[in-house]
Nanobody, 122 residues
Framework: QVQLAESGGGLLHAWGSLRLSCAAAGRTFSSYTMDWFRQAPGKEREFVACISWSGSSTGYTDSVKGRATISRDNAKNTLYLQMNSLKPEDTAVYYC???????????????WGKGTLVTVSS
């Protein structure tokens, strides 16, 4: 089994910043693309950011571009999401996911974490 475990969520203030982590356990998929998705209450899950495990490619949704940075530590099989200038619209459960190729499609993900809640107050 492969497990993805998110951490770093919590109650934050607008204009603050966050740093989420996603640790992979079990089989190592060092060549897999890693993604962040989020799901706000009453809304569908949406893509946030992705990074090839080699680090050669990254991508972001328009709503976080310029505020967010996705990165990884391959030695620790850990994925990170740093985001500043937080706004209430960023409130959501954030999920990390892994796929066998570089993609932003939720349906292409092979593994999912169970999510970490981020709440941004105004």
């Amino acid at each position: 089994q492969v497990q993805l475990a998110e951490s770093g969520g919590g109650l934050l203030h607008a204009w603050g910043s966050l740093r989420l982590s996603c640790a992979a356990a079990g089989r190592t998929f060092s060549s897999y693309t890693m993604d962040w998705f989020r799901q706000a209450p009453g809304k569908e899950r949406e893509f946030v950011a992705c990074i090839s495990w080699s680090g050669s490619s990254t991508g972001y949704t328009d709503s976080v571009k310029g505020r967010a940075t996705i990165s990884r530590d391959n030695a620790k099989n850990t994925l990170y999401l740093q985001m500043n200038s937080l706004k209430p619209e960023d409130t959501a459960v954030y999920y990390c996911a892994a796929s066998s190729y570089y993609t932003t499609r939720a349906g292409a993900m092979n593994y999912w974490g169970k999510g970490t809640l981020v709440t941004v107050s105004s």
